[in-house]
T-cell receptor, first 112, second 120 residues
Framework: KNQVEQSPQSLIILEGKNCTLQ??????????LRWYKQDTGRGPVSLTI?????NTKSNGRYTATLDADTKQSSLHITASQLSDSASYIC???????????FGAGTRLAVHP | GAGVSQSPRYKVAKRGQDVALRCDPI?????LFWYQQALGQGPEFLTY????????KSGLPSDRFFAERPEGSVSTLKIQRTQQEDSAVYLC??????????????????FGPGTRLTVT
């Protein structure tokens, strides 16, 4: 069964600190892996998209890594800001029309 | 605006009522997806349209769920005889590419804000 698992389930950090979120997946066929940010009451917004041949991709203070051999990905957030408080969802795309398979998300709270 | 819009944003239905949720995708987008997001969970795939054709409805949880996109733009997700377990946020997403794209081609799915359905 296609699955995407994320850890930790929730995380609290102080403003300005860094953090790393983890994602493991068992999805076939694999098209690409995405990280989304979802603010409360809003739809998910894409942060990064990586194919199997890409090891790392950055978007501002967000850096995603992908190890296609071990089927693991991480999202590193640098110098966190209060506005980073949200759910971060790891998503694996599968198939010809890029059907998205979502993890349950990591709920991040950044405190002043 | 140019984004995906959904209406209503909130819907409260009594158990057994029928509901209809609307999605207006980004103009010209070929693909349209519906997802169901339970509280504290990630979204789960319900169904996929390429233009007006429903190519995948494998995620629809029961025959009470029906989706259509008759003219290849606006889509409606209908839920008949709603049950409490139908309470969730229903997300719609659209993208500019369709089926038979190279698997390595990356493209965005743009999400709407969702409709929060509460069945009492």
């Amino acid at each position: 069964k296609n699955q995407v698992e994320q850890s930790p389930q929730s995380l609290i950090i102080l403003e300005g600190k860094n953090c790393t979120l983890q994602c493991n997946y068992t999805v076939s066929p694999f098209s690409n892996l995405r990280w989304y940010k979802q603010d409360t009451g809003r739809g998910p917004v894409s942060l990064t998209i990586m194919t199997f041949s890409e090891n790392t991709k950055s978007n501002g203070r967000y850096t995603a890594t992908l190890d296609a051999d071990t089927k693991q990905s991480s999202l590193h957030i640098t110098a966190s800001q209060l506005s980073d408080s949200a759910s971060y969802i790891c998503v694996v795309s599968s198939g010809g029309y890029n059907k998205l398979i979502f993890g349950a998300g990591t709920r991040l709270a950044v405190h002043p | 605006g140019a984004g995906v819009s959904q209406s209503p944003r909130y819907k409260v239905a009594k158990r057994g009522q029928d509901v209809a949720l609307r999605c207006d995708p980004i103009s010209g987008h070929v693909s349209l997806f519906w997802y169901q997001q339970a509280l504290g969970q990630g979204p789960e795939f319900l169904t996929y349209f390429q233009n007006e054709a429903q190519l995948d409805k494998s995620g629809l949880p029961s025959d009470r769920f029906f989706a259509e996109r008759p003219e290849g733009s606006v889509s409606t997700l209908k839920i008949q005889r709603t049950q409490q377990e139908d309470s969730a946020v229903y997300l719609c997403a659209s993208s500019s590419v369709g089926d038979r794209q190279p698997l390595t081609k990356n493209y965005e799915q743009y999400f709407g804000p969702g409709t929060r359905l509460t069945v009492t």
